[in-house]
């Protein structure tokens, strides 16, 4: 199995999402590899219980599958690992593999989750915010507007400790006009999370702000982000694409249920 995982962490990008949770739920993930040549298949299978996320979403899905193929064949002769007769949950990027896992399972699309990213030398000429705080100590103000997102301190607290994460608040740090947060997601790749503007600061680009000094801190570091936006957040999406900022990921959720 790590052969295998080390070809899946050839392309990082592209494979980011079962590189983090195959890293992020060791005892819980079981990663299926099929190889033709240089073609490769991955597939995934995560018990749904294993993330607040997947539990509260899809309270029906007893798994997670997901798979990154080089061609419908592939993810064909992987369906074999997937369980049969519970709940599930598909997340796939493009139609092929979804056309081949419809082959044999009734799907229904439930949402698209678009990644976001650019090269680190781009991003580490943004010019720095005097007024945006970064650093491993957010305050207990965005502490506590993290946590409203389901961003547990428990969780976060200690990949700020060991530099694992950084903070950014955007204004003061017992009122904060927005904050958010970046963490390692596997290597190289930092994932951007916990974006937030309290009611009365908004539409006034301070989210913004938090972002672009986030991006600019990443490309500093040299290293590559992951901005996710749901489909209908049109708001967020024109702020990654502002921010320079290019889609390299559509991740589709479609639910199974037998």
Not at 65 to 84: F, I, K, M, Q, Y
Not at 130 to 156: C, K, N, S, T
Not at 236 to 245: H, K, N, P, V
Request: proline share 7%; hydrophobic share 45%; charged share 20%.
């Amino acid at each position: 199995m790590a052969a295998a995982e080390e070809r899946l962490a050839r392309d990082p990008l592209r494979n980011i999402v079962l590189l983090k949770h195959l890293q992020a739920y060791p005892g819980h993930a079981r990663l299926h590899h099929v190889a033709d040549g240089a073609r490769d298949g991955f597939l995934v299978v995560l018990d749904a219980a294993a993330t607040s996320w997947d539990r509260r979403t899809y309270p029906a899905a007893r798994f997670v599958v997901l798979v990154a193929s080089d061609g419908p064949d592939l993810t064909r002769a992987l369906l074999g690992h997937v369980p049969r007769g519970t709940g599930l949950v598909f997340k796939l990027d493009g139609e092929a593999d979804r056309e081949a896992v419809a082959e044999t399972f009734a799907l229904e699309r439930r949402m698209q989750i678009l990644s976001f990213t650019a090269p680190p030398a781009e991003l580490a000429g943004l010019a720095a915010d005097p007024d945006v705080r970064i650093g491993p100590v957010p305050g207990e103000a965005a502490f506590a507007l993290f946590a409203a997102q389901d961003h547990a301190r428990d969780w976060l607290a200690p990949m700020l400790a060991d530099g694992r994460a950084f903070a950014c608040v955007a204004g003061p740090a017992a009122s904060p006009l927005a904050v958010c947060f970046a963490y390692e997601n596997w290597s190289r790749v930092w994932e951007i999370g916990g974006v937030f503007t309290p009611e009365a600061a908004r539409r006034q680009g301070h989210g913004a702000r938090a972002v672009r000094a986030t991006l600019g801190e990443l490309g500093r570091r040299g290293h590559f982000p992951r901005y996710q936006v749901h489909e209908r957040n049109l708001a967020s999406i024109r702020l990654a694409q502002a921010a320079g900022l290019r889609p390299f990921l559509h991740l589709t959720h479609y639910a199974h249920t037998p």
